[in-house]
């Protein structure tokens, strides 16, 4: 006689899901958009500026038989995360999956690091996923997800001039472990995904940049924005229940 608990099957279809993306006009917020809503899941998705761009992925969600919902939001504004939550919930009648994933790239001396930069990093960074969690629990059942997109270089910082963007992410593990311990009990998993180099426009693989860092990778290829798409829709269906309170660092082993 067997004393397994019988569980819902492992895989990652989302079907009658509904995500939220912050950030989810272009590079890896929109590949995580598309990723959800290919694996069964209606999307929300936030942008800053680029409306045209959210209005584009959102057409491509529609292709794939899915409901888009696109929200302007800047997430260095308090009062806009949570109106993003109770959006999603009012138009698409529920929410299971957050994905933080807005983010900005600061670069520069610290000594050269203003004040206004220095607020708006730890806003984007640090307070919105705080604030994201916390709109969010109340309606996130069993089998809810948090997933915020963190950063390789937090565990190795291989250059210089980082050092605000590097301490920022790094307050995304500490949320991640925390969360995961508090709303476990819940059925709620917590998790980061940590990127390393990735064709992006803000990190193009053709970037002035882009040689040195490859030198620090074991594969030696930037990564792709489908990968990190990828190790999300791994997290956020059934194939990641028993994941939580962690890191997932796909980077091409940067930091091997």
Known sequence: MSNTTETEPINSDLSGKVALVTGGSRGM??????????????????????????????????GLGRRGLVIAADS???????????????????????????????YGPVEETDLAEIDRTIAIHVRAPLLAARAAVPHLGRGGRIITIGSNLVERAVFGDIALYTMTKAANNGLTRALARELGPRGITVNTVQPGPTDTDMNPARGESADLQRGFMALGEYGSVDDIAAAVIFLAGSTGRQITGTTLTVDGGGNA
């Open 76 to 106: 260095a504004d308090p009062a806009a995360i949570g109106d993003a939550v109770d959006r999603t919930v009012a138009e698409l009648g529920r929410l299971d999956i957050v994905i933080n994933n807005a983010g900005v790239f600061p």
């Open 29 to 62: 917020g929109a590949a995580i958009a598309r990723g959800l809503a290919a694996a069964g899941a209606d999307v929300a998705l936030t942008y800053h500026q680029n409306k045209e761009g959210a209005e584009a992925v959102a057409a491509d969600l529609a």
